[in-house]
């Protein structure tokens, strides 16, 4: 009886706090007092999105002078990846990073990104790109702006490589093979252009898909391929940079709109900050966790470096795909590919 009179104070006391902190405007948009927003990540702590995100909002908050508090979610809390877009549309959520192969079946533009051999060889070089391309930047974002999300910028967490229970050095290795991929039509298709038979699913089901053979492969970034453990399930990888991996730096557009002018300035600022910062993280990550797939002997991976001539055949099977974006995509799609595609070639040459 003692025990439960002392869980309803403690019930009263939770309640009247979390009205006096209302009072004291702590909601999500601001007012007199404090900013408390959410940022959610597609990845988990010590991976690269959710390491963003955290030195992102520590940036702000000191920035802020203690005024705009972040809370970052690890992924898995608040649902699938495609749940987490939904509550950025919403405003369930404030920020998010936001990788295009999940909003695929929505801002259809945003699968170019899904295209293999898009980008070049040269990583900061493609980072460049990301940051400067007016077909990205301008184009594309008003897309995603068309759905209540405002891309801020568009980064790399590095080259994307294959895993497989088999080596995968040629197309004929992906006849009939089952290939997970993020839920964007484009991207299965890059894979059916190989023969494989593609699966869409959510990362958080891919390490039991492998081992149990539901399926057999997969692609990501180094560091997230040691960092999720898809090694311990999988015999081989191929350093194939085939693709380089995009992720999304998003706020809520409405959200954002309402905001003064002298917040909206700090966020913007703080996006800058974090380009050179973000792509540090993602190298020094890719490289580190390269040395402990290499020197893993309890779960040993073979590592296959893909020959130029053998990318090649892989590219001159991923070209076509190309014409596939730009028919099912529309002309505003094949003008932001096209544009962006002369980008590319003139920042190689
Ligand atoms: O493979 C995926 O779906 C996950 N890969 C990375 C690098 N980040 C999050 C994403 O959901």
């Given amino acids: 009886m003692i025990f439960k009179r002392k869980n309803i104070c403690l019930l009263v006391l939770a309640?009247?706090?979390?009205?006096?902190?209302?009072a004291c405007g702590s909601d999500s948009t601001g007012g007199e007092g404090t900013y408390n927003w959410k940022f959610v990540t597609e990845e988990q702590q010590g991976q690269v999105q959710y390491e963003y995100a955290q030195e992102f909002a520590n940036r702000l908050h000191e920035k802020s002078g203690g005024q705009i508090n972040m809370e970052v979610y690890e992924f898995g809390g608040l649902g699938?990846?495609?749940n987490q877009v939904e509550l950025l549309q919403?405003?369930?959520v404030e920020f998010a990073i936001v990788s295009p192969g999940f909003t695929g079946t929505m801002v259809s533009e945003g699968q170019l990104f899904a295209l293999h051999f898009l980008f070049t060889d040269d990583m900061e070089?493609?980072?460049k790109i990301l940051d400067e391309s007016e077909a990205l930047n301008v184009h594309l974002t008003d897309k995603y702006e068309q759905y209540n999300i405002k891309p801020l910028a568009y980064w790399t967490e590095g080259a994307m490589q294959w895993t497989g229970d088999r080596p995968l050095t040629t197309p004929e290795d992906f006849q009939g093979f089952k290939m997970r991929t993020q839920t964007s039509p484009l991207i299965l298709r890059s894979y059916e252009a190989y023969g494989a038979s593609p699966t869409e699913l959510s990362w958080g089901e891919l390490y039991t898909s492998l081992q149990q053979g539901v399926v057999q492969g997969q692609e990501n970034p180094i560091f997230f391929i040691e960092d999720a453990n898809f090694h311990e399930v999988q015999d081989y990888m191929m350093i194939s940079e085939h693709n380089i991996y995009v992720a999304m730096t998003t706020v809520n557009t409405d959200?954002?709109?309402?905001?003064?002018?002298?917040?909206?300035e700090m966020i913007l600022e703080t996006v800058e900050e974090m380009r050179p910062v973000a792509y540090e993280m993602q190298e020094r990550m890719n490289d580190e966790l390269l040395g402990a797939i290499e020197t893993n002997d309890r779960h040993p991976t073979e590592i296959i470096e893909l020959t130029a001539e053998q990318r090649e055949a892989f590219r001159e099977k991923a070209l076509p795909v190309r014409d596939f974006f730009i028919n099912e995509v529309g002309e505003d799609g094949k003008k932001i590919l096209e544009m962006l595609v002369e980008e590319i070639d003139a920042a190689t040459n």
């Fill in 255 to 264: 959200f954002f709109a309402d905001l003064p002018s002298e917040i909206q």
């Fill in 125 to 127: 070089l493609n980072q």
């Fill in 80 to 82: 699938s990846e495609v």
């Fill in 90 to 92: 919403s405003g369930g």
């Fill in 15 to 22: 309640l009247v706090l979390s009205m006096v902190m209302v």
